[in-house]
């Protein structure tokens, strides 16, 4: 069973680990908003996306911070402005972590839910506040790549974790800043912001047969910046049937003109694995390739009105084999998937003498061709590469525009603004997505901040059309919509940074697989009203600045707690919206041991609400279990020298046999060691 991702919005930085402050979507050390490029007959504008420029100024006289230019607005605004919430993870807090794929690292994400399917990011679930992993929108270096079959494929980037110079994690809805897609939140992952000449090499093996070599380089040659990545890993898996190959291959180019830039990207993706009991605990020999290619342009031009068009296109195909050897007598064919999205934005930002305007919009064309989702097509069409053929079809096109206007004075910030959207499938005409932020310095270290904002997310073509073995889809479904309102206050010292933040949301038409008592087999359908809360406190001590050198450099501490209202029949199994994270816990430390080497020791907590249905004595029988929960620890030991790392890791050190997904047992203690090389040119 498979399905899609949409999500999330706006920020307010937080220093995450290392106390480096980074705006959101800073992606070429310049502003760029993504706007839309109106398509052929649409003379419609496209949304924006910011990308965040680092410049010094203070909040105040006391405490000095880095003014950061940030995506939580559709305008140009700073940090001390706005009044979302914003983790970032830089590149050294990356090379501190005993993790290899994006997928690992977000799980030490507070209000994030990862759950991995296949080890070490061949496959995961990303969720955030509770919602399900269609409801998070995922962007690369600020390009919407949320897949609309199903959000188990939108993390198939084409870039390997070295590659990923800052993850950027908004919580809450953001159809106003992003569009639809964005309804709990929404994750960025920023490559090639290197400013000089730099070639980054990385090879690592451990147990499982596992390796991964990868090599990234930056060349400048005048105006023009290249960044280029290539990687590959394989495993044998760490229990039958998780075996894994995963290559990739990435450019992008950044063209500096001095009033406009320019930026291009060209990635690739292949990946196939042994993807037991994935979808199904009935079917444990699944196997499963995905390919992904990646394209965008974008251009950002203007002085006092800027002006921001992008192009993008995204395709992705899948083979499904539901038996990977030994099939049933009734199997006949393999499911095979390709999606095409193209898309267009436009953003123009209008500064005058009561705030600055934003004004865009975006058309986005989803398509797919599979022989299992859609409608029947006329004539069957080759699956390229493949000996099949595609004989159904689904295309629906999605059109929005906003309007949004900022007003800064002194410690006080609002923005106001309202998303209108248009879908071609959905025969409810045009839907209006209304939101206000407010942010109010009340000292010169404690802010508060406020927001109400309405979101919407729609059916992945997985919901609409996927018939199976377990499941079967709806192509009447709604649009999920939400209203959710939230605040909280930000601290910020020189020795300590931390927040703590409530949210209330109430949610219509959620969809959901799941199952009445009497039915066989999974459905889609819309739930009723569903409401939830959540609140989150965490925070980051620098020991050296509190007390000086010592061993212990900084600790963190976080917590994240999540309800959901059952507003259900008592007998209703549901897979995904009552399946979620209600307490979860880390704690982190960074350790000097002596002189270049180093240590980071991870904790982490998890108490999931929901359960499963389960295995007995290696047969599938209708036994519902309930998740257990589970501390993880995590460990790093690195030597760092100014041109080399070299480190052993260990995860999951106590080898806890634990489940984050139905019947998926997770890895056991792995330990790796590798070595990077990181030269200046």
């Not at 280029?228 to 190959?245: C, R, W």
């Not at 889809?473 to 909280?488: I, R, S």
Request: with cysteine; hydrophobic share 35%.
């Amino acid at each position: 069973m498979k399905k899609s991702s949409l999500i999330k919005r706006e920020d307010l930085c937080f220093k995450h680990w290392n106390g480096e402050s980074y705006s959101v979507f800073n992606s070429i050390k310049k502003v760029v908003k993504i706007g839309a490029l109106c398509a052929a007959y649409f003379s419609i504008f496209g949304y924006q996306q910011t990308f965040a420029q680092v410049d010094s100024a203070s909040i105040s006289k006391k405490i000095n911070l880095e003014e950061v230019e940030v995506s939580a607005r559709r305008t140009t605004s700073v940090y001390s402005e706005v009044g979302r919430v914003l983790h970032v993870i830089s590149r050294k807090e990356i090379e501190e972590l005993p993790v290899y794929s994006v997928q690992d690292l977000l799980k030490y994400a507070m209000n994030v839910d990862v759950r991995q399917r296949g080890p070490l990011g061949i496959q995961a679930d990303v969720s955030i506040r509770g919602g399900s992993f269609d409801q998070v929108m995922i962007l690369f270096n600020g390009v919407n790549v949320s897949d609309p079959q199903t959000g188990h494929l939108s993390l198939n980037l084409p870039v390997d974790m070295q590659s990923i110079e800052r993850v950027e994690i908004l919580e809450g809805p953001g159809a106003r800043v992003y569009g639809p897609g964005a309804f709990s939140g929404a994750i960025n992952f920023v490559t090639g912001t290197k400013t000089q000449d730099n070639l980054t090499v990385n090879v690592l093996g451990g147990q499982h047969g596992l390796y991964n070599a990868s090599a990234n380089a930056t060349v400048k040659t005048g105006i023009l910046k290249n960044y280029l990545a290539a990687s590959t890993a394989s495993s044998d898996g760490y229990i039958d049937n998780t075996d894994f190959k995963n290559h990739s291959i990435f450019y992008q180019g950044q063209l500096d003109f001095g009033k406009e830039q320019l930026d291009v990207q060209l990635g690739y993706n292949n990946k196939a694995f042994g993807a037991n009991a994935f979808y199904t605990p009935a079917y444990p020999n699944q196997f499963e390739q995905n390919k992904t290619t990646f394209a965008s342009i974008k251009l950002t031009s203007g002085e006092t009105i800027k002006v921001s068009p992008t192009l993008y296109w995204r395709r992705h195909q899948d083979r499904f084999e539901l038996f990977r050897n030994n099939p049933a007598s009734w199997y006949t064919t393999h499911n095979h998937h390709l999606t095409d999205v193209l898309g267009g934005a436009f953003n123009a930002v209008i500064p005058w003498a009561l705030g600055k305007t934003s004004v865009g919009g975006e058309v986005r064309s989803e398509n797919v061709w599979s022989n299992v989702l859609g409608y029947a097509v006329k004539t069957p069409i080759d699956v390229p590469g493949e000996d099949a053929q595609f004989t159904k079809s689904f295309h629906r096109t999605n059109v929005s525009t906003f309007v949004e206007h900022v007003y800064n004075y002194q410690k006080l910030s609002i923005s106001a603004g309202v998303l209108m959207n248009w879908n071609s499938d959905l025969g409810f005409g045009i839907d209006f997505f209304p939101g206000l932020d407010v942010s109010y310095w009340l000292a010169d270290a404690v802010k508060f901040y406020g927001s109400a904002n309405k979101s919407l997310r729609l059916p992945t073509f997985t919901d609409l059309f996927y018939a199976g073995p377990t499941n079967l889809g709806n192509p009447d479904l709604k649009p999920e919509e939400a209203l959710t309102f939230e605040g909280g206050l930000k601290v910020v010292k020189p020795w300590f940074n931390g927040q703590t933040s409530v949210y209330y949301r109430e949610a219509d038409n959620l969809i959901d697989w799941g199952r009445l008592a009497g039915e066989e087999k999974y459905q889609t359908r819309n739930l009723s009203e569903m409401s939830s809360w959540g609140f989150q406190a965490q925070g980051r001590v620098d020991v050296y600045e509190l007390i000086g050198r010592n061993p212990l450099k900084n600790i963190e501490l976080g917590y994240a707690y999540i309800d959901q209202d059952k507003n259900m029949p008592a007998e209703y199994e549901s897979v995904y919206v009552m399946d979620y994270l209600k307490h979860k816990f880390n704690a982190a430390a960074n350790l000097t041991i002596y002189k270049q080497l180093g240590a980071v020791v991870n904790f982490m907590y998890q108490d999931r609400e929901g359960g499963y249905i389960s295995f007995v004595d290696g047969s599938y029988e209708e036994v519902p279990t309930e998740y257990t929960p589970f501390w993880l620890t995590d460990v790093r030991l690195q030597w760092s020298a100014p041109k080399y790392k070299v480190f052993v890791d260990a995860t999951n050190v106590f080898d806890k046999r634990y489940y984050d997904l139905g019947n998926l047992v997770q890895p056991g203690r792995w330990v790796r060691a590798g070595v990077q090389l990181n030269l200046n040119l």
